[in-house]
Nanobody, 119 residues
Framework: QVQLVESGGGLVQAGGSLRLSCAVS????????MGWYRQAPGNQRELVAS???????NYADSAKGRFTISRDNAKNTVYLQMNSLKSEDTAVYYC?????????????WGQGTQVTVSS
């Protein structure tokens, strides 16, 4: 069994900051890429940022310059530091991890955490 548990969402005023965390637990051999996605009402789920096992990062244009993704491999945890938040950042944020288990790689998702930015 594998679990991805997110935390850190909440209500914040525009211009404020939040830090999301996602801890991976359970039985696996290796965590490969990790990422954060978001889904606003009526919209498709979209990539916000991703990070490889080696620390290479990728950001959506909307996140560049404001969000920073990082990971602590010793803690099996990925973070998303979000600064200068805007009302359009309001969404449910999902953690994603590509895990190698029993010789195969599969994607796993967290349950989601709500981020609401008030203007």
């Amino acid at each position: 069994q594998v679990q991805l548990v997110e935390s850190g969402g909440g209500l914040v005023q525009a211009g404020g900051s939040l830090r999301l965390s996602c801890a991976v637990s359970g039985s696996f051999f290796r965590i490969n890429a990790m990422g954060w996605y978001r889904q606003a009402p009526g919209n498709q789920r979209e990539l916000v940022a991703s990070i490889t096992s080696g620390g290479n990062t990728n950001y959506a244009d909307s996140a560049k310059g404001r969000f920073t993704i990082s990971r602590d491999n010793a803690k099996n945890t990925v973070y998303l530091q979000m600064n200068s938040l805007k009302s359009e950042d309001t969404a449910v944020y999902y953690c994603n991890a590509d895990l190698t288990r029993w010789g195969r790689s599969s994607e796993y998702w967290g349950q989601g955490t709500q981020v609401t930015v008030s203007s």
